[in-house]
């Protein structure tokens, strides 16, 4: 089997497993959001940010180094191990410290209820990712994705339960503590290589990799969580709470798509020693994921309002209208994901960090403009403004090849995601202006009816164009060249 079918099968296991949990969340959000209030999901995701910065902190880099090193015996699986469990204890005890002033600063002390579960969360939470990367280092596509799965449907399920029972906010934290209980028992369970003992990893072998991913993906987090930290210190926790659940909406299919390429590919980096057949093989990645992302993405940008309507119901309005821009920043994020996780696969910081700093650069300018207006949606332009340009730089910087070789990359790649942008765009107003053609001419009765009607003929018709015109796309010729069959009416003959 070659290198691009083992990564296309396991990204069929990944993005199916993907799509299920997505698909949970939906009905998981939805049903919570009929129980508890803004300002309660303002306070849990006040609280989970600090949760967030922790765990980057302090091991974050561990399960990228278990999927990079060559040789990786068992003896240094421990030592791996046991940093993880040392480094989720310590950043649960400081969470514990620091989460009354993290509340107070960002105005949101609805979140003291979720203290204690989600300092449980954070203690298993680092363990949990290196058992996962174990497990996706023997490349077991099929029991990575069951274990993922399960770990979703089984801690979702009892969440859901202990809401429609207890009726307590704090059942949302419960959820995120047992998840990751679960995600690392059944991870440990499912590995079945036999590890010889090899030679022991140092502390200075460890963090010499681990220290530059830690940085740079500290530096991501920050990126994206200073607008609704600022909404949330600004406007208090129930802006929050709409902002968040508006980025929910598109943040989650994002996140499946972004984790479900991550597990497929990171395991096979590694394993390519050639520069320009790893920036051939980064570039193909980032057309097929924009090439997923770009049409889902815009579809879900022009029906916000009328899915939010549909998924949380009264008292959302404003999360559905930010979920426009949020949702344009949600599909910029996915080949960005793609370009940034190969390049650091592959030891290429500088490129990372470029795109990082000019991220930095264009958040200035909408963040200040939310400080002095108040309006919440200069955080939702931050966010995208901000990805928009991170994916330019790194679209630039991504080969790393000879100087001939890298123009070619850097001028295909851009104009390769140029196309599909427009050709997205195309496609989902296309669908929306049937979409609302539809509602009006039936007329349906109630707003539920009205969204419902607007968002199947939109998503039809943008799905039927999109097949109707994918053999002229970008992705197309990219399956092609990489020797995937495909149906002659979606491009299976030469163009």
């Not at 801690?155 to 429609?164: E, H, P, T, Y």
């Not at 309005?317 to 599909?331: D, K, P, Y």
Request: charged share 10%; aromatic share 8%; proline share 3%.
């Amino acid at each position: 089997m070659s290198r691009f079918r083992s990564v296309s099968r396991s990204l069929s296991w990944a993005l199916a497993a993907q799509m299920i949990i997505s698909v949970g969340q939906l009905v998981y959000a939805a049903l919570t959001a009929r129980l508890f209030t803004p300002a309660e999901f303002g306070g849990l995701a006040a609280a989970l940010s600090l949760v967030g910065i922790l765990s980057l902190l302090t091991t974050t880099g561990l399960p990228s180094f278990v999927l990079k090193e060559s040789e990786l015996g068992g003896r240094a699986v421990l030592t791996v191990r046991l940093f993880g469990l040392l480094g989720g204890i310590l950043s649960a005890v400081v969470f514990v410290v620091l989460v009354p002033s993290w509340l107070l600063i960002l105005r949101a002390p609805e979140g003291h209820v979720y203290v204690g579960l989600l300092a449980v969360g954070q203690a298993i939470g680092p363990s949990a990712a290196i058992e996962a990367a174990l497990l996706r280092r023997e490349i077991q596509p099929k029991k990575d994705a069951l274990a993922l799965l399960l770990s979703f449907l089984l801690s979702s399920g009892c969440g859901i339960i202990m809401a429609l029972l207890i009726r307590q906010s704090w059942t949302l934290a419960a959820v995120v503590a047992l998840q990751s209980l679960l995600l690392a028992v059944l991870s440990r369970l499912f590995q079945t290589h036999k590890r010889a003992q090899g030679i022991p990893l140092f502390y200075r072998t460890i963090m010499g990799f681990t220290r530059k991913i830690t940085a740079q993906n500290t530096g991501f987090f920050l990126l994206q969580r200073v607008p609704e930290w600022i909404v949330s210190a600004s406007l208090g926790s129930s802006a929050l709470g709409q902002f968040t659940r508006g980025a929910s909406l598109a943040q989650m299919p994002a996140t499946a798509l972004n984790a479900a390429l991550g597990r497929a590919m990171q395991p096979y980096w590694r394993l390519i020693s050639q520069p320009h057949v790893a920036d051939r093989a980064m570039n193909d990645a980032a057309t097929l994921s924009a090439g997923i992302a770009f049409p889902i993405f815009g579809i879900v940008a022009v029906n916000a309002g009328a899915l939010v309507d549909l998924w949380l119901g009264e008292g959302w309005e404003q999360a559905g209208a930010l979920a426009t821009l949020l949702a344009i920043g949600a599909g910029l994020a996915v080949p960005f994901g793609s370009l940034a996780s190969g390049q650091e696969m592959r030891g290429n910081f500088k490129h990372v960090r470029r795109a990082q700093w000019s991220m930095t650069g264009a958040l200035v300018i909408p963040v200040l403009l939310l400080v002095t207006t108040h309006s919440i949606w200069w955080a939702a332009a931050a966010v995208t403004i901000s990805t928009f340009v991170g994916l330019l730089v790194m679209a630039i910087s991504s080969a790393t090849s000879h100087t001939g070789f890298r123009v070619r990359m850097r001028s295909r790649l851009v104009r390769r995601l140029t196309s599909l942008a427009l050709w997205s765009a195309g496609v989902s107003v296309l669908g929306l202006l049937a979409g609302l053609e539809a509602a009006r001419l039936v007329s349906p009765a109630g707003r539920i009816a009205e969204a419902v009607m607007q968002i199947s003929v939109a998503g039809t018709v943008s799905a039927f164009v999109w097949l109707l015109t994918f053999r002229w796309h970008e992705t197309n010729r990219v399956l092609r060249r990489r020797g995937v069959r495909l149906p002659s009416f979606v491009g299976g003959r030469s163009v």
